[in-house]
């Protein structure tokens, strides 16, 4: 980073806020007032509001040696639009609570929030308020995200029943191997400043892990073809994971194929590469933000032609339990391993 | 600490919430559905939605060598239903995000989520969701609350008008002084562990500090008196600070005056111990979480006889500027110097 750097402290925390809220407008109805008050103003007379909030947080979710600050902008911003639009809402204002250490100059900060600028215009979504402070320490990012849905389409964990169809947007696994490519290309580089790391044929990996997407092409989708999943929720923490928060939401069990776990080529090549075991990738990998659904039986011909869509198991009784059955037909329960944060500290 | 002590790692951020989120109820009508789910659910099809956003960092907003963590808890919710009525709204649901570090077990966790219960019930407020994850250092609070308010009803910081007049709630400068206070026995005791500090005849200053309340007694108070503030905000920053964001926001200037700012006579010996200039703890000390508002001048027999409440100043024309009128009839010039937690670091 060569260009000028403006220390945070000769502008003061009013100037930065000055600074990152210009220009500032608003594209929803709902937002009555933004940025500028102790609170924000919205209002929604006929919708459900939908609210979800997410802790990013420097060396525990994101390493800024490799992650620039306008993808970890765009990126906090766009999980938390997942958040809303898993519960099949459309997201409409954030708040951005920023804790920043003295090394963070202006600019830096301006960057961090050009991505977020850039992922609500995308969405059509409307910042209206937060808070800047420091830290002692890392980077902390806040973002509570507020959407809204019709009364009666809201889409919870907890509705999915025996014989309904488990279905995935996307592919799984790949934000994972990027992760892992990016730490490889670390160790390797060894902080080298000219350094320059081989990405080639891999960039679906490197753009999944830096640079996701929230699906909602797959809610309008959903929505165009008149299909009301009975519970979805995004997938953050691993297929596995959120396969059991459904089904213990819901009291039910499950069994999802191996053989039917969409994966990307790359995931695979990447996989060979480090010799980790692919389906291990896939179920537990974490940050694919795609989606998991259920739908009832009878909507299986219109959800299977679906592009983009797979049915990958079905939803049985509780007796059941949960499990993976695998492709030479033998059963695996399902653990949630997870991206487990907690004990990985 | 002598209790049992559990490792967050023995029973993962899943155990974790599962421990901290069970036996919640709601209070409010306007929560629909609430932890468990990619997000919450609300509903408020008659007023507007007010929300707030704001992030406590250890080290820099609270210091747990006197800082006990029920009572961070209940702060850190206290401060944002603060903003909620300072927009003369009531507060109805709030998310809590955690960045903890491995130095925390279970029942620390479960300390500091008393005192955010605490204050949900005393205040009405439910706690619909959340998110909690590890950090590599201190710990991070990350609060949003959302409130609802008549939409005539609703106090912004722009509505100000010359002649009006400035009126604030309690008294200024004691959760500062409380500050000093603490900051002075911790220097004292240099960390011996049977150390007693001296709060004799103080109290008043730590409970300031430690365990602040917001002002839902005022905004009642008013509603009853029928009078609506034209503006209004809650001191969290030191009183110049926020006189000046009313005047900004509302394109006004402001003449407040020495003699009738109130302080405490704890806050005065203490200002007197360390030497101190007492105006300007009160106008700059900050976290007093009192109510700044302005009221048209035709209700000044009204609000002078209001209990807690006192009449400060007036509004101005915006070319006389801001200042405060000394004892001695000198006018100073109001700055922003603030709690600049960005300058500090």
């Known amino acids: 980073m ?9 502008i003061g925390e009013f100037g930065l806020i000055d600074r990152i809220t210009s220009g ?3 594209v929803n109805e709902s937002t009555v007032n933004g940025v500028g008050d102790d609170a924000a103003e919205v209002r929604y007379p006929d919708t459900d509001v939908l609210v979800t909030t997410d802790l990013l947080v420097e060396n525990v979710h994101f390493d800024l040696t490799y992650v620039p600050l306008k993808h970890l902008g765009y990126k906090s911003a766009v999980v938390n639009f997942s958040d809303i639009y898993a519960m099949n809402g459309t997201p409409r204002q954030i708040t951005v ?4 250490s003295s090394r963070f100059t202006v600019e830096h900060i301006e960057q961090l929030y050009s991505g977020i600028r850039l992922a609500c215009e995308i969405y059509g979504v409307d ?9 002692r320490s890392g980077l902390v990012i806040s973002i509570t995200c507020i959407g809204d849905a019709p009364k009666d389409k ?9 014989t309904d169809l488990i279905c995935v947007s996307g592919d799984l696994g790949a934000a994972y191997m990027g992760l892992q490519l990016l730490e490889r290309e670390k160790r390797v580089s060894k902080g080298e400043k000219d350094f320059i790391p081989k990405f080639e044929g891999k960039e679906y ?7 996701p997407e929230a699906r909602r092409d797959i809610i309008r989708e959903l929505s165009d073809k008149g299909i009301l999943p009975t519970s979805m929720m995004d997938i953050s ?15 039910v069990g499950c069994r999802v194929y191996e053989d039917r776990i969409p994966i990307d080529y790359q995931t695979a090549v990447m996989a060979e590469e480090i010799n980790m075991n692919l389906v291990t990738a ?3 990998g974490g940050e694919d933000y795609e989606l998991l659904f259920t739908v009832p039986i009878s909507d299986y011909e219109t959800v299977s032609r679906l592009e983009g869509i797979k049915v990958i198991g079905h939803i049985t009784e509780p007796g059941l339990g949960c499990a993976l059955v695998t492709r030479d037909g033998n059963e695996m329960e399902l653990k949630a391993q997870g991206f487990n944060h907690m004990s990985a500290d």
Chains 1, 2 share one sequence.
């Open 2 to 10: 060569e260009e000028k750097q403006t220390e945070i402290s000769t």
């Open 127 to 135: 910042l209206v308020g937060g808070d800047t402070t420091a830290s």
């Open 154 to 162: 809201v889409v919870r964990r907890s509705g999915a029943k025996p």
């Open 282 to 284: 896939a179920m537990n």
């Open 205 to 211: 990996l490197i753009e999944r892990q830096l640079k």
């Open 24 to 26: 500032i407008t608003h």
């Open 237 to 251: 923490d691993g297929l596995s994971s959120e396969l059991l928060h459904i089904c213990k939401s819901s009291g």
């Open 97 to 100: 609570g920023l804790a920043i």
